[in-house]
């Protein structure tokens, strides 16, 4: 087995793939996944061509994609990559940059290796367990922000699909919670993205009531090794069994349950 060091490497040029992929080509046909819920022939693409990728120079490694089902991750396998090719697909397919290509490595249901590419923000952000966070090659630092009032909060895509009228009352609840408390309330649509602008201090905190590896598994390894925290809603420490991400720079103290 590689070092996380060589794995990075491995990730990064993973990563690749998807930014050249997404800065080359169009999305091609969209298609529905479900109600609201969209794939693209390149969020396919990237997919095919990064676990290909994968297969071939960590063989010895599982892997989980996004557009493979949506299955279950092993928290008792020893190492699974966890990729979502495109992260914010339907900001992708309007032309709209807030987009990523996601891959974790998690070890054990821990990521220990993480690499979110936005390419069309020239953003790359990267970790690994014990080795720090940095963006474009530089070490980045969760805000100093405290003041509740002074803080930006991203908050997830409000729900689709079965019960979604329900699931949405909760997030209506805590959008509410934090347009009376916080300066700005901001969308991305993408949880990649809203993990790795916590980490990078161009946000304080950021509330994803959903918690997917492909989505998160990157992001929550980036916010911790730049000091911030990740917990779930009711403040317990995150893993991937829990049903919701809530990044904070480990100072803001958000008004929400």
């Known amino acids: 087995m590689k070092d996380l060091s060589e794995l990075l490497v491995v990730a990064q040029d993973a990563a690749d793939i998807g930014r050249r992929l997404m800065t080359t080509s169009s999305p091609g046909q969209v298609h529905a996944k479900g109600d609201r819920d969209l794939v693209t022939d390149l969020d396919l693409q990237i997919q095919h061509d990064v676990k290909a990728y994968l297969e071939q120079v960590t063989p010895d490694i599982d892997f989980l994609g996004e557009e493979d089902g949506g299955g279950e991750l092993d928290q008792d396998a020893d190492y699974v990559w966890a990729l979502d090719p495109i992260d914010g697909t339907s900001n992708f397919a309007h032309g709209i940059p807030l987009c990523a290509t ?5 070890h054990r249901g821990e990521p220990v290796v993480g690499v ?7 953003l790359n952000y990267h970790a690994t367990k014990g080795g720090g966070s940095f963006c474009n090659g530089r070490p980045i630092h969760a805000s100093a922000t405290s003041d509740l009032s002074r803080a930006i909060v991203s908050i997830g895509d409000y729900t689709t699909g079965p019960q979604a009228a329900a699931k949405n009352k909760h ?3 805590v959008t509410q919670d934090l347009v009376e408390s916080v300066e700005r309330v901001r969308m991305f649509g993408s949880a990649a993205l809203d993990l790795a602008f916590v980490a990078d201090g161009r946000t304080d905190a950021c509330v994803i009531l959903a ?3 492909w989505d998160t598994g990157a992001g929550v390894l980036i916010l911790r090794q730049s000091g911030g ?3 779930n ?3 317990d420490r995150h893993n991937f069994d829990s049903s919701s991400t809530v990044g904070t720079n480990s100072r803001v103290k958000l008004p929400i349950s």
């Open 102 to 106: 996601q891959l974790a490595l998690i």
């Open 116 to 122: 979110i590419d936005a390419p069309f923000l020239e």
């Open 171 to 173: 997030r209506f609840a």
């Open 211 to 213: 918690n997917k590896p």
């Open 229 to 231: 925290i990740v917990s």
């Open 233 to 235: 809603i009711k403040g």
